[in-house]
């Protein structure tokens, strides 16, 4: 069985990727550092697969204990990064934290690859480097543009750590999937976004209005150049998007890359508004949500979609969920956790 070190492993888009990677024959371990997670995560995906991932407490940017890690699960044949901080708003107030955890995180496996003879690396990268988009949809060889907050800065530099570091290492690949807008759940409703406090993004908030812990959504915006004014953005189901993992970690390992850094964009291909989404997810779930329309929210992209063809056609791999079901799926999570008493 081939072993794979998943990074983040409990967070949300981790812990859905590792139930894809088991699905899928990897042996996966887990390390996450619960600053953003649940241990009961683990009981989770082990409830969904009917196998227990193997699970280290540590944090990535404790090489000591990283290095422990590698010691202890010999083999280890691929890597994916999914650990970092990743709210916008905290990373502007507390850059070094952002750049510890982010860049130090990067550093140390990138300097353990080699040393343990791993060959591959997949990077949580994000459509945040596109910054507002000149051409739409936005395909990988757009410009990148000039980070707007400290996490997506981190972003861009651990992209050109990548790059630098494979270009000089024989034996080590690497796969950038730029995500766009990750939303939704797993459909067992076992699996979902814990957001730490008040919910940052879009969906988590819908759906804590809509079961009635917040009071009402702030749409930020609806003056901007879009047919309904409110901010357009390409929302990819989880489940999705953990498979593209699985088919990046398969390419890396079956040795089939064109080049030694690849980087793929992983949306849908459809731009959808925030009120768009706000109705979609009313007719969906049936249930109504209060919301208002409120002042821009600095820092906000307009629109931005992705042009996903390199991913559908090199790696095979197409977003399938039709979003009024992710939308149902986010929902269906929500009042598991309700039930559970947890949010
Ligand atoms: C942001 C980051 C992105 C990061 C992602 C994950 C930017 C430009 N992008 O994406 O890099 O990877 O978060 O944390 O900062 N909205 C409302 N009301 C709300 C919440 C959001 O109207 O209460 C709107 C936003 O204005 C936006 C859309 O919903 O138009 C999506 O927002 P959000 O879910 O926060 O994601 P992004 O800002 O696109």
Same mark, same amino acid.
């Given at each position: 069985?081939?072993?794979?070190?998943?990074?983040?492993?409990?967070?949300?888009?981790?812990?859905?990727?590792?139930?894809?990677?088991?699905?899928?024959?990897?042996?996966?371990?887990?390390?996450?550092?619960?600053?953003?997670?649940?241990?009961?995560?683990?009981?989770?995906?082990?409830?969904?697969?009917?196998?227990?991932?193997?699970?280290?407490?540590?944090?990535?940017?404790?090489?000591?204990?990283?290095?422990?890690?590698?010691?202890?699960?010999?083999?280890?044949?691929?890597?994916?990064?999914?650990? @970092?901080?990743?709210?916008?708003?905290?990373?502007?107030?507390?850059?070094?934290?952002?750049?510890?955890?982010?860049?130090?995180?990067?550093?140390?496996?990138?300097?353990?690859?080699?040393?343990?003879?791993?060959?591959?690396?997949?990077?949580?990268?994000?459509?945040?480097?596109?910054?507002?988009?000149?051409?739409?949809?936005?395909?990988?060889?757009?410009?990148?543009?000039?980070?707007?907050?400290?996490?997506?800065?981190?972003?861009?530099?651990?992209?050109?750590?990548?790059?630098?570091?494979?270009?000089?290492?024989?034996?080590?690949?690497?796969?950038?999937?730029?995500?766009?807008?990750?939303?939704?759940?797993?459909?067992?409703?076992?699996?979902?976004?814990?957001?730490?406090?008040?919910?940052?993004?879009?969906?988590?908030?819908?759906?804590?209005?809509?079961?009635?812990?917040?009071?009402?959504?702030?749409?930020?915006?609806?003056?901007?150049?879009?047919?309904?004014?409110?901010?357009?953005?390409?929302?990819?189901?989880?489940?999705?998007?953990?498979?593209?993992?699985?088919?990046?970690?398969?390419?890396?390992?079956?040795?089939?890359?064109?080049?030694?850094?690849?980087?793929?964009?992983?949306?849908?291909?459809?731009?959808?508004?925030?009120?768009?989404?706000?109705?979609?997810?009313?007719?969906?779930?049936?249930?109504?949500?209060?919301?208002?329309?409120?002042?821009?929210?600095?820092?906000?992209?307009?629109?931005?979609?992705?042009?996903?063809?390199? @991913?559908?056609?090199?790696?095979?791999?197409?977003?399938?969920?039709?979003?009024?079901?992710?939308?149902?799926?986010?929902?269906?999570?929500?009042?598991?956790?309700?039930?559970?008493?947890?949010?």
């Amino acid at each position: 069985m081939k072993r794979i070190l998943v990074t983040g492993g409990l967070g949300y888009i981790g812990s859905h990727s590792v139930v894809e990677l088991q699905q899928s024959g990897y042996d996966v371990v887990i390390v996450d550092n619960l600053s953003n997670s649940r241990r009961d995560v683990i009981d989770n995906i082990e409830a969904v697969t009917s196998v227990r991932p193997a699970f280290e407490e540590v944090d990535c940017t404790d090489m000591a204990a990283m290095q422990a890690v590698f010691d202890k699960y010999e083999g280890i044949q691929a890597i994916i990064h999914f650990a @970092a901080s990743k709210a916008v708003g905290e990373s502007v107030q507390k850059p070094l934290l952002y750049y510890r955890n982010n860049i130090v995180s990067m550093l140390n496996l990138l300097e353990l690859m080699p040393r343990y003879g791993v060959k591959g690396l997949v990077f949580s990268s994000s459509c945040t480097v596109y910054g507002e988009p000149d051409v739409l949809p936005v395909t990988e060889d757009a410009p990148i543009k000039p980070a707007t907050s400290p996490y997506g800065n981190t972003k861009q530099i651990n992209e050109e750590i990548i790059r630098d570091f494979v270009k000089v290492t024989e034996g080590v690949s690497a796969i950038m999937l730029r995500y766009f807008n990750p939303i939704g759940a797993h459909p067992s409703a076992l699996l979902g976004e814990l957001p730490n406090g008040v919910p940052q993004n879009l969906v988590p908030y819908i759906t804590q209005t809509a079961i009635g812990i917040r009071k009402e959504l702030s749409v930020f915006g609806d003056d901007y150049d879009t047919p309904d004014g409110s901010c357009i953005r390409d929302y990819i189901n989880v489940v999705d998007l953990a498979k593209a993992h699985v088919v990046a970690i398969d390419r890396i390992l079956a040795g089939k890359q064109d080049e030694r850094v690849e980087v793929f964009n992983i949306g849908t291909g459809r731009g959808l508004s925030v009120l768009e989404l706000v109705d979609l997810f009313q007719k969906a779930t049936g249930v109504k949500l209060n919301y208002k329309i409120v002042g821009r929210r600095e820092g906000d992209i307009e629109k931005v979609w992705a042009d996903p063809r390199k @991913a559908n056609e090199v790696l095979g791999w197409k977003a399938t969920t039709p979003v009024d079901e992710t939308l149902l799926s986010a929902w269906r999570w929500q009042e598991k956790l309700r039930e559970k008493g947890i949010q």
